[in-house]
């Protein structure tokens, strides 16, 4: 996702840091990578790291896996000052809100998209679904900067949104992951794929109730089930030969976000007092794929 937003931003305006545990290659200043944009022809872009410069950012994106985000938070709170703009650009949910309590005192955003964007290959980067993206604020300082973000974020040319209610719209993609993603990787399967399948069809509408539940504890929102259904099979059949990011994960032994996803949902669904088998169930499906 960093690298899909570093294709659209102005040339100049974006530098890369790397995860704490990844070191650019010896010799090299910057990151280059062939991006193919939505509509338009092959480019390549070059982003410079932000260690080969002296410059310090107006505003930190965080793009990695939800279960790096604090990590990486950490790790890069010496690059920006106290009220540098941190937006977090994760799945599912928890971890922006963990960020949010850790430093309650910076102006930390989350942002919520529906731009698709693979990797086929090493060195390439496919703009592969258009979207739209919606940025709020989740600690009271953070408001003042939204505005900045949203101007920001517009000079790429992809739609950006302002949203107050960000929680709202974290859980509008939670639905989505929580009954496409892990379905996907226990079939290992495209999105559109599951629509038909058996073990599908048999936890849906299981999984619905369970997530209108539990959503409604945590926003005082009622979304019908059926109606969460009809979204989630929406999105399957739009992105039908598409491969979700868990699957993804599961096909290259690497840590998945289930935890972030239908986990959350688990959790949220204990502290509610909210029954969530189907959820516990696919979480754990999902962890004993992997070592």
């Given at each position: ?24 290659e010896?010799?090299k ?26 410059a ?18 950490e ?62 604020p ?12 949203i ?9 950006v ?12 993609k ?9 379905f ?9 794929d ?6 599908y ?14 959503m ?6 009622a979304?019908p ?28 032994s ?19 007092g ?7 169930m ?10």
């Amino acid at each position: 996702m960093g690298q899909l937003w570093a294709g659209y931003l102005p040339t100049g305006t974006v530098t890369f840091v790397p995860r704490r545990e990844v070191t650019p290659e010896t010799g090299k200043s910057a990151l280059s990578y062939t991006f193919q944009p939505f509509e338009g022809p092959e480019e390549l872009v070059t982003v410079p790291y932000l260690l080969a410069t002296e410059a310090r950012p107006s505003l930190l994106m965080v793009t990695t896996k939800a279960g790096d985000t604090l990590d990486a938070v950490e790790s890069n709170l010496h690059y920006v000052s106290p009220d540098t703009p941190i937006v977090l650009f994760q799945n599912g949910m928890g971890c922006q809100q963990a960020v949010a309590e850790r430093w309650p005192q910076r102006p930390i955003l989350a942002a919520s998209t529906t731009e698709g964007a693979n990797r086929p290959t090493p060195g390439c980067t496919v703009h592969a679904g258009k979207g739209e993206t919606w940025v709020g604020p989740l600690t009271g300082s953070a408001t003042t900067h939204l505005r900045q973000v949203i101007t920001a974020f517009g000079t790429s040319g992809l739609t950006v949104h302002a949203a107050q209610d960000i929680h709202r719209r974290l859980w509008d993609k939670l639905i989505i992951n929580a009954g496409i993603n892990a379905f996907t990787a226990i079939l290992d399967c495209p999105n559109g794929d599951i629509l038909t399948d058996p073990f599908y069809l048999e936890h849906i509408d299981e999984l619905c109730d369970e997530i209108a539940k539990v959503m409604k504890g945590d926003t005082e929102e009622a979304l019908p089930s059926i109606t969460i259904r009809e979204r989630i099979e929406m999105i399957a059949r739009k992105t039908a030969r598409n491969t979700s990011s868990m699957r993804s994960d599961r096909q290259r032994s690497r840590p998945t976000e289930i935890d972030f996803i239908n986990g959350y949902i688990v959790r949220r669904g204990h502290v509610l007092g909210v029954d969530v088998p189907t959820n516990q169930m696919l979480t754990n499906r999902i962890k004993q794929l992997l070592p």
